[in-house]
C-alpha cells in the first residue's frame, strides 16, 4: 500500500491542498467564520485531493504511452523501469477518479447542482491535461484547475453560493501553481519535443520561460501587497513576504540559464514546490490570523 501511495506523488498535494485551504479560510476572514459549513470545506478538500492523485497516476500512463517518459527522460521510472505496468497505472487513476466522484457526488447532495458544473469541469480538465500539454495549453488548464476551480467550488460548498471574491486568490496561489510545472516542462524542453509534445515551455523556448516562470513566481507578492492596500486582504497577508528570500533564490537560479542552458532547471520544479508550501501556508496563517484577532 505504501508503494501505491507513493505512485500518486504524495509530496504534490500542497497543490491540491493550498487553493481550497486559503479559500476557506479566506472565507472565515470575510464572513467571520459562522457562515462556512466545515463539513463540506473538509469534504472539498479530500475531493480534490483524490482528483488529485488520480491526475498525477493518469499524466504518468500517458506520459509513458507517448513516449515522452523514457529511460533518458527526468522522470519517475515506475513504468519506464517495469516495476509496474500501463494497465496498472491505468486502473489506479479510475479507482481514485471514481472515489473523487464518489465524494463530489456527496457534495452535491449537501449544496446543491451547481458543483456538478464545477467538479465536472474540473474533472475534464484533468482528463484532457496530457492533450493540453501537447498543445501549449498545458499551463493554462493547470492554472484553471488549480487556481480558479477550487475557489469557486469550496466558496459554493461553504457558503451555499458562489463567492466570485474568492478568485482574488486565483494570483496567488496559482501563479505559484503554475510555476511548479512551468519550472518542470522547461527541463523537460528536450524530451518532450522528442515525443511531439508541444509544451508551452517548448513553444516559447528556454529564454521566454526563464522570464515567464521569474514574472510567475515574483508577481505573487507584489499582488499581495496591492490587495492588502486595497483591503482585500488582512494585513496580516504580508507574512507572505516572508518568502521573499526563497523567491529570490529560484529568480537567480532561472537566470542561471544564460551559463547554464537547461541546467538551470534540473531541480528547479522542486525548490518551487517548496516555495509554494511556504509562500501559501504564509497566506493562509495570514488569513486565519486576520480572522481570529
Known amino acids: 500500500m505504501k ?7 504524495p509530496w504534490s498535494f500542497v497543490v491540491s491542498a493550498t487553493p481550497v ?5 479566506f472565507l472565515m476572514y470575510k464572513y467571520s467564520g459562522g457562515a462556512i459549513d466545515w463539513l463540506n470545506a473538509a469534504l472539498a478538500l479530500i475531493g480534490i485531493i483524490l482528483f488529485h492523485a488520480a491526475g498525477n497516476v493518469h499524466s504518468d500512463y500517458y506520459d509513458y504511452k507517448t513516449g515522452i517518459d523514457s529511460k533518458d527522460a527526468f522522470c519517475i ?13 491505468r486502473n489506479l487513476s479510475w479507482i481514485l477518479f ?3 466522484i464518489i465524494v463530489g457526488i456527496l457534495l452535491t447532495l449537501r449544496s446543491g447542482w451547481p458543483l456538478l458544473v464545477i467538479g465536472g469541469l474540473g474533472f475534464l480538465l484533468t482528463l484532457i491535461y496530457p492533450w493540453t500539454k501537447f498543445h501549449a495549453l498545458g499551463d493554462l488548464d493547470i492554472f484553471l484547475i488549480f487556481g480558479v476551480l477550487p475557489m469557486l467550488g469550496t466558496s459554493y460548498v461553504a457558503l451555499g453560493h ?4 474568492t478568485l482574488l486568490l486565483s494570483v496567488p496561489v496559482g501563479f505559484v501553481t503554475v510555476a511548479v510545472l ?5 527541463r523537460d524542453i528536450p524530451t518532450d519535443s522528442g515525443a511531439g509534445a508541444k509544451s508551452f515551455a517548448a513553444v516559447i523556448g528556454l529564454k521566454a520561460s526563464a522570464w ?25 497577508c504580508l507574512l507572505i513576504l516572508l518568502s521573499l528570500p526563497i523567491v529570490i ?3 537567480k537560479q532561472a537566470l542561471r540559464y544564460r551559463a547554464d542552458g537547461l541546467k538551470a532547471f534540473t531541480q528547479l520544479d522542486l525548490m518551487t514546490a517548496k516555495l509554494q508550501m511556504v509562500s501559501g501556508g504564509l497566506l493562509c496563517l495570514g488569513f486565519l490570523l486576520g480572522a481570529l484577532i
Do not use: M
Not at 3 to 9: A, G, I, S
Not at 212 to 236: D, E, K, Q, R, S
Open 3 to 9: 508503494k501505491w501511495f507513493l505512485v500518486t506523488r
Open 182 to 186: 512551468h519550472s518542470n516542462n522547461t
Open 98 to 100: 471514481a472515489a473523487g
Open 21 to 25: 485551504i486559503a479559500t476557506t479560510l
Open 249 to 251: 533564490g529560484n529568480v
Open 212 to 236: 515567464w516562470y521569474i514574472i510567475l513566481i515574483t508577481v505573487p507578492c507584489l499582488y499581495t501587497i496591492v490587495a492588502v492596500l486595497c483591503g482585500a486582504f488582512p494585513w496580516w
Open 162 to 165: 458562489i463567492d466570485w471574491s
Open 77 to 89: 521510472q515506475n513504468l519506464v523501469s517495469g516495476e509496474y505496468t500501463p494497465k496498472q497505472y
